[in-house]
């Protein structure tokens, strides 16, 4: 099931389905505010309740916020506070400002990578650059960090020869050893050093989803190699036993010998009925 998007301030406030519907209601307007749901019946109710506390703040006279150093132009009275109702004040931009609030932006891969606080300057990063690599964290300590990791991995990358991935389908620049996978490094494939990365809010299932591949494609390799010995063997064994067939046709055994000659072909069609069931 896809993420639906509600614009509820932009050029056409409403609910979108893609991402980019959503972007084009409110890349060029100052303080937008959208967030994403997990599904439409959510992101309908979130819209429906928007609009009716925005009914209801028509023509009222609303108290500046103490707690607040901006001049403030909306904010909903205690009463409705207390009924669970969206708490709005400060600027109009307060939702945004609620959504945004304490996080952080890492580009990966972009005009400038680093660490960001804002999302427009993130954007800025990252827009018409061809496979740019971001990530938002809820903490600047937690962005801090994987950036950190990003930079120590991207130096240890340089100059290495790095196998190709047989699980990616794009031609692949970069992939961590097997050796930097088992320890948890992030993983690197893709065109242009693209960076898969595996921290975030999807980082369990990603990790998760990495090390159940890792660990089939690691059985697949031990039994491609144990399909190798296998058939090394029978090949030897069926050698030998043309080699055996042909000395026992060259022998010249007298009459006497034979019941030795009914011995040594009995055993021999033995022998060879164990080879042809490897």
């Not at 990530?135 to 100059?159: H, M, V, Y």
């Not at 490094?185 to 990790?207: E, F, P, Q, W």
């Not at 591949?213 to 690691?218: D, P």
Request: one cysteine or more; aromatic letters at 12%.
């Amino acid at each position: 099931m896809g993420k639906c998007y509600v614009v509820y301030v932009g050029q056409n406030p409403g609910i979108y389905d893609e991402w980019s519907e959503c972007w084009s209601q409110v890349c060029k307007v100052p303080d937008a505010v959208f967030c994403s749901f997990c599904s439409s019946k959510i992101a309908s109710t979130s819209f429906a309740e928007f609009r009716e506390e925005e009914e209801w703040l028509k023509g009222k006279t609303i108290p500046s916020c103490d707690g607040c150093g901006m001049k403030p132009s909306l904010k909903v009275s205690n009463a409705r506070e207390t009924v669970g109702k969206h708490f709005y004040s400060c600027t109009k931009n307060l939702l945004h400002f609620k959504f945004q609030m304490g996080k952080s932006y890492v580009v990966y891969v972009g005009r400038n990578p680093g660490i960001y606080h804002r999302w427009s300057e993130c954007w800025a990063q990252i827009d018409g650059v061809p496979n740019a690599v971001f990530c938002s964290f809820d903490s600047p300590e937690i962005a801090s960090t994987s950036f950190a990791k990003f930079r120590e991995e991207e130096e240890w990358l340089k100059g290495e020869t790095i196998p190709c991935s047989k699980s990616c389908g794009h031609e692949l620049l970069l992939k961590v050893s097997n050796t930097w996978e088992s320890t948890g490094k992030h993983y690197y494939t893709c065109r242009l050093a693209v960076k898969k990365c595996s921290v975030g809010a999807d980082a369990s299932s990603s990790s998760a989803s990495h090390n159940v591949v890792s660990t089939l494609i690691e059985r697949c390799q031990a039994l491609e190699e144990e399909v190798k010995f296998v058939t090394k063997e029978r090949n030897a064994s069926q050698e030998r036993a043309v080699i055996l067939e042909e000395a026992l046709h060259n022998l010249t055994l007298s009459a006497s010998d034979t019941n030795y000659k009914l011995f040594v072909e009995g055993s021999m069609a033995e022998y060879l009925g164990t080879v042809s069931s490897l």
